[in-house]
């Protein structure tokens, strides 16, 4: 069996209760051994101070490698930096560099008037200070404001040209979605590693909202058998059985890493990992 390299993304708490979520998750996943893991950036730099927090946290008393996302949105270019600065002050070598949504019911897009116009920009200045392994994302199917996929994958050829090493996707559910993405990258030129985003299905109706909003196709076939689990109380049996199985389908096709989007509840992507071979490894540390 082909056991493959992991990594997982986490959320920064909201509150006490979020807090305790979030330990309880990196508690039961650290033992996997992750290559890295991630904290996410909120939707208008909404949670900033919290993800720093986390990051610098997790950094300290975990002993994993803790990547923080970054965006461009409502800051100017000093104020991004000098987060990457404290980042980088407190042993925080890695980012994953985003532009970022806008805040919700603000519409599309706008820099700041004295920010990071776009994610290449940001990847060339993170890029420039050298204390930095960056990260993207990659969008094996169009994102909603993508002309087409072709202006997808010219858009990450320009994100790995402007400094960055490798490339996460967005998720997908059928292992054909990326290994078209894949093909279509080494086309057009794009030779950095691509991360197959995966995303165990915790809450299908959740799951499919999400997907639609961003751009990912739900197949006919998974609204049958969700809707069939869900009435047999069979939903998360099913939900681990398809992620493993597009995991599996991945790694005969020649991938060797997938990184994980855990929505802090580490169950379903423990018992994949599992299911793929992947046994614990290393014990947390204390928190110090």
């Given at each position: 069996m082909i056991v493959p390299n992991i990594s997982f993304e986490f959320f920064p708490p909201k509150s006490l209760e979020g807090s305790f979520r979030l330990w309880d998750t990196v508690q039961t996943l650290a033992p996997m051994d992750p290559r890295f893991v991630s904290v996410t950036y909120g939707a208008g730099g909404t949670t900033r101070e919290l993800t720093r927090d986390a990051v610098d946290t997790l950094h300290k008393s975990s002993g994993l490698n803790v990547a923080a996302h970054l965006t461009c949105v409502d800051s100017s270019r000093e104020e991004t930096l000098a987060i990457a600065r404290d980042f980088a002050a407190a042993g925080v070598s890695e980012i994953v560099a985003l532009r970022g949504d806008p805040p919700k019911d603000s519409g599309a897009f706008q820099p700041h008037p004295d920010g990071f116009a776009n994610s290449c920009e940001?990847?060339?200045?993170?890029?420039?200070?050298?204390?930095?392994?960056?990260?993207?994302?990659?969008?094996?199917?169009?994102?909603?404001?993508?002309?087409?996929?072709?202006?997808?994958?010219?858009?990450?050829?320009?994100?790995?040209?402007?400094?960055?090493?490798?490339?996460?996707?967005?998720?997908?559910?059928?292992?054909?979605?990326?290994?078209?993405?894949?093909?279509?990258?080494?086309?057009?030129?794009?030779?950095?590693?691509?991360?197959?985003?995966?995303?165990?299905?915790?809450?299908?109706?959740?799951?499919?909202?999400?997907?639609?909003?961003?751009?990912?196709?739900?197949?006919?076939?998974?609204?049958?058998?969700?809707?069939?689990?869900?009435?047999?109380?069979?939903?998360?049996?099913?939900?681990?059985?398809?992620?493993?199985?597009?995991?599996?389908?991945?790694?005969?096709?020649?991938?060797?890493?997938?990184?994980?989007?855990t929505l802090n509840r580490p169950d379903l992507t423990r018992d994949i990992c599992h299911a793929l071979g992947v046994t614990p490894r290393v014990e947390l540390r204390d928190v110090a």
């Amino acid at each position: 069996m082909i056991v493959p390299n992991i990594s997982f993304e986490f959320f920064p708490p909201k509150s006490l209760e979020g807090s305790f979520r979030l330990w309880d998750t990196v508690q039961t996943l650290a033992p996997m051994d992750p290559r890295f893991v991630s904290v996410t950036y909120g939707a208008g730099g909404t949670t900033r101070e919290l993800t720093r927090d986390a990051v610098d946290t997790l950094h300290k008393s975990s002993g994993l490698n803790v990547a923080a996302h970054l965006t461009c949105v409502d800051s100017s270019r000093e104020e991004t930096l000098a987060i990457a600065r404290d980042f980088a002050a407190a042993g925080v070598s890695e980012i994953v560099a985003l532009r970022g949504d806008p805040p919700k019911d603000s519409g599309a897009f706008q820099p700041h008037p004295d920010g990071f116009a776009n994610s290449c920009e940001l990847i060339s200045a993170l890029a420039e200070t050298g204390h930095f392994s960056v990260r993207v994302g990659a969008y094996p199917e169009k994102h909603p404001e993508a002309a087409d996929q072709a202006a997808d994958i010219d858009w990450l050829k320009r994100k790995i040209d402007a400094g960055a090493s490798e490339a996460i996707t967005q998720f997908f559910f059928e292992a054909d979605t990326f290994f078209r993405f894949r093909d279509a990258c080494v086309k057009a030129g794009i030779d950095a590693p691509i991360i197959p985003g995966i995303l165990p299905i915790e809450n299908w109706q959740n799951a499919r909202r999400f997907s639609l909003a961003c751009g990912a196709n739900v197949p006919a076939w998974m609204d049958d058998l969700f809707d069939k689990a869900i009435r047999d109380d069979r939903h998360d049996l099913l939900a681990t059985a398809l992620a493993t199985e597009l995991c599996s389908n991945l790694l005969e096709g020649g991938v060797e890493d997938l990184h994980f989007y855990t929505l802090n509840r580490p169950d379903l992507t423990r018992d994949i990992c599992h299911a793929l071979g992947v046994t614990p490894r290393v014990e947390l540390r204390d928190v110090a």
